[in-house]
């Protein structure tokens, strides 16, 4: 099998032998649109949308095509193939991308892969309540989580460009930086991991420590998955156990920071914000011991100062 193809901006098809994938026809690629162009001087890797003519092997398809043409970043291609083929193969089409081979010559590296759609968000944080529900960020959540039981660590699952969505669907992509993981517990203890039982704890205090670095940093990402032990306020960071008004986040954030980006009423609206958000309806899960969350907390920074609140002594 090979891979016949017409470079932007050139008139000659050129043909390419198939180093990785199945046999069959020889595929044509055609209407190709860049996508993607080397974020630095140092990279040759070039992304294109195209259409591909697959014959009866295939038909006719969306694909993205991955296109070196320097040493250094074919054989980054070519590691990622064999990653597709070793490691990936029964999940392509369902969470990661179907492969449809990798292609070598003396000049170039090419990978060609089925089409996942567009990054689903611009940042992480979006995932959660995507489309209005949880249920693509639940799915994409037990992708990644199957990855892990099969040995399979992405590595670089906190850039959302990596999160495609495709007619509702997660895709993970981009396994340039991937690598077989056996010290992951998914692996080495073979957990039977229920995502159900899981995101049960969704709104409850974030663990000390979860079962796998890449897993715990992701959700971590997700921001509203778990409630945060600490906030980093302009610079301090503060256990929100800590954190008993308005006024309190007022006073630590009473820095150069906070005076450099704000007047003393907008801090003071940012710390209500806060205490009305994020402290105040979980209290009780910051507090346990403590029934109820205090009543007579001073909302209006004119009466905090009027009433000597203001200055007292707050420790860095």
């Given at each position: 099998?090979?891979?016949?193809?017409?470079?932007?901006?050139?008139?000659?098809?050129?043909?390419?032998?198939?180093?990785?994938?199945?046999?069959?026809?020889?595929?044509?690629?055609?209407?190709?649109?860049?996508?993607?162009?080397?974020?630095?001087?140092?990279?040759?890797?070039?992304?294109?949308?195209?259409?591909?003519?697959?014959?009866?092997?295939?038909?006719?398809?969306?694909?993205?095509?991955?296109?070196?043409?320097?040493?250094?970043?074919?054989?980054?291609?070519?590691?990622?193939?064999?990653?597709?083929?070793?490691?990936?193969?029964?999940?392509?089409?369902?969470?990661?991308?179907?492969?449809?081979?990798?292609?070598?010559?003396?000049?170039?590296?090419?990978?060609?892969?089925?089409?996942?759609?567009?990054?689903?968000?611009?940042?992480?944080?979006?995932?959660?309540?995507?489309?209005?529900?949880?249920?693509?960020?639940?799915?994409?959540?037990?992708?990644?989580?199957?990855?892990?039981?099969?040995?399979?660590?992405?590595?670089?699952l906190h850039l959302p460009h990596h999160i495609l969505k495709l007619n509702g669907?997660?895709?993970?992509?981009?396994?340039?930086?991937?690598?077989?993981?056996?010290?992951?517990?998914?692996?080495?203890?073979?957990?039977?991991?229920?995502?159900?039982?899981?995101?049960?704890?969704?709104?409850?205090?974030?663990?000390?420590?979860?079962?796998?670095?890449?897993?715990?940093?992701?959700?971590?990402?997700?921001?509203?998955?778990?409630?945060?032990?600490?906030?980093?306020?302009?610079?301090?960071?503060?256990?929100?156990?800590?954190?008993?008004?308005?006024?309190?986040?007022?006073?630590?954030?009473?820095?150069?920071?906070?005076?450099?980006?704000?007047?003393?009423?907008?801090?003071?609206?940012?710390?209500?914000?806060?205490?009305?958000?994020?402290?105040?309806?979980?209290?009780?899960?910051?507090?346990?011991?403590?029934?109820?969350?205090?009543?007579?907390?001073?909302?209006?920074?004119?009466?905090?100062?009027?009433?000597?609140?203001?200055?007292?002594?707050?420790?860095?």
């Amino acid at each position: 099998m090979s891979l016949v193809l017409t470079l932007p901006g050139t008139d000659t098809p050129i043909q390419i032998s198939c180093h990785r994938g199945e046999p069959g026809d020889t595929l044509t690629l055609t209407n190709l649109i860049l996508k993607h162009t080397p974020d630095t001087a140092h990279s040759s890797v070039q992304i294109f949308m195209a259409k591909l003519d697959g014959g009866t092997y295939l038909g006719n398809l969306e694909v993205i095509v991955k296109i070196a043409h320097k040493d250094r970043d074919i054989e980054l291609l070519r590691e990622e193939a064999d990653f597709y083929v070793d490691k990936l193969r029964d999940f392509g089409g369902t969470f990661v991308p179907k492969f449809y081979g990798y292609y070598q010559d003396e000049q170039y590296g090419c990978t060609v892969l089925q089409y996942c759609g567009e990054p689903a968000v611009d940042h992480l944080s979006k995932l959660t309540l995507h489309g209005g529900n949880n249920d693509f960020r639940n799915t994409l959540i037990e992708g990644i989580w199957t990855l892990h039981l099969n040995e399979i660590v992405h590595n670089a699952l906190h850039l959302p460009h990596h999160i495609l969505k495709l007619n509702g669907k997660p895709f993970i992509v981009d396994f340039c930086l991937a690598d077989s993981d056996v010290s992951c517990p998914a692996t080495y203890r073979r957990l039977n991991w229920d995502t159900k039982k899981l995101l049960k704890t969704e709104g409850e205090l974030k663990p000390k420590s979860f079962l796998c670095r890449e897993i715990s940093e992701f959700l971590k990402s997700l921001k509203a998955f778990w409630l945060p032990n600490t906030i980093d306020w302009f610079g301090v960071i503060i256990h929100c156990y800590e954190i008993d008004s308005p006024g309190y986040l007022y006073e630590r954030g009473a820095n150069q920071l906070h005076q450099d980006l704000y007047s003393d009423d907008e801090f003071w609206e940012l710390a209500v914000t806060e205490w009305n958000n994020g402290i105040l309806p979980n209290w009780k899960k910051y507090h346990p011991e403590q029934q109820d969350a205090p009543t007579n907390v001073t909302v209006d920074l004119d009466t905090y100062v009027k009433n000597g609140e203001r200055g007292r002594k707050v420790f860095y």
